[in-house]
């Protein structure tokens, strides 16, 4: 089963401007930005990421505010201050050397933790997402099994010798082949290894009434992109959303530090 996925992924892999490089700090700023914003969108902002901070020195020499403002349109702007906040960690102590060590930096949970040390370090670990979790739980028939088993069973997978190529081949497939709502068994590198192969179960949809999500406009996570977004270009507060969201969303950024608030003055950190 491992030799067909790498296989596959030696045909198939999707080239992604982090996949070219082992520099932790590129990865971890790939990884920071994935977290929740898709690939297309991701790739032409981590290019100008780079070329203004190429190293975790120079990105813990900017401010807040200027890391802020150059994270506007990737949403959920706390990500960029813990960002920072690592670089900050890391200028001054050096790397940890593991997904172990990882973790202890500001922000990063065991996914990212494990995806810096496998595709950085090149240590044996699974990197596991939605898509991994999705793939390996349909290969080995685990759909009852609890969480903690599933994710046991893809840190045991991941072969000694290519533990960045295996993370990143499970990636793909789960995003391209093996998805939440379609399983194309038929192109599948690995159907003649899978315990799922032509009969996956699907989870039912969403609907209204059954946890459908709200309208992004109306939620306050769109008013403080408005807002940040605002303050980074210099532009007065948007009005056109009440004064009773734009009290709330300017609290929970004040609280989570990614505005400062004086009186009526409201600016970046
Ligand atoms: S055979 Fe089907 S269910 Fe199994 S991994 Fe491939 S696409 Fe997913």
Same mark, same amino acid.
């Given at each position: ?15 992604? %401007? ?14 920071? =930005? ?17 070329? @203004? ?25 706390? /990500? ?21 060590? +990882?973790?202890?930096? %500001? ?19 699974? &990197?596991? $997402? ?13 759909? $009852? !099994?609890?969480? *903690? ?6 840190? &045991? +997978?991941?072969?000694?010798? *290519? ?7 499970? =990636? ?7 998805? !939440?709502?379609? &399983? ?6 690995? !159907? /003649? ?20 999500? %709200? @309208? ?18 210099? $532009? ?12 709330? !969303?300017?609290?929970? +950024? ?6 400062? *608030?004086?009186? $009526? ?5």
């Amino acid at each position: 089963m491992q030799d067909a996925v790498l296989r596959w992924y030696d045909e198939h892999a999707r080239d992604l %401007p982090w996949r070219r490089t082992r520099d932790p700090y590129a990865v971890l700023v790939s990884e920071f =930005m994935l977290q929740q914003t898709q690939v297309a969108r991701v790739a032409p902002r981590f290019e100008a990421w780079l070329e @203004r901070w190429p190293d975790v020195h120079a990105l813990a020499a900017a401010t807040p505010a200027d890391v802020l403002r150059e994270w506007v349109g990737l949403g959920y702007n706390r /990500r960029a201050l813990r960002l920072h906040a690592c670089a900050e960690v890391v200028a001054r102590e050096g790397w940890p050397a593991d997904a172990a060590g +990882l973790r202890a930096l %500001p922000g990063v949970g065991p996914y990212t933790a494990a995806a810096v040390a496998a595709f950085a370090f090149g240590e044996v670990v699974a &990197a596991v $997402d939605v898509n991994q979790i999705r793939v390996v739980t349909r290969v080995c028939g685990l759909d $009852d !099994a609890p969480p *903690r088993e599933v994710t046991a069973r893809a840190h &045991a +997978l991941v072969p000694a010798d *290519r533990p960045a190529a295996w993370n990143h081949a499970l =990636m793909d497939l789960g995003a391209t082949i093996c998805r !939440a709502r379609t &399983a194309d068994c038929a192109a599948c590198p690995v !159907a /003649r290894h899978c315990a799922s192969a032509g009969r996956v179960r699907f989870a039912p949809r969403a609907t209204p009434g059954n946890g459908a999500r %709200p @309208r992004f406009e109306d939620t306050d996570r769109y008013v403080r992109g408005r807002v940040i977004a605002a303050l980074a270009r210099g $532009d007065a507060l948007p009005s056109d959303v009440g004064a009773e969201r734009l009290e709330r !969303a300017l609290n929970g +950024l004040a609280r989570d530090g990614l505005v400062v *608030r004086d009186g $009526d003055d409201v600016r970046l950190p």
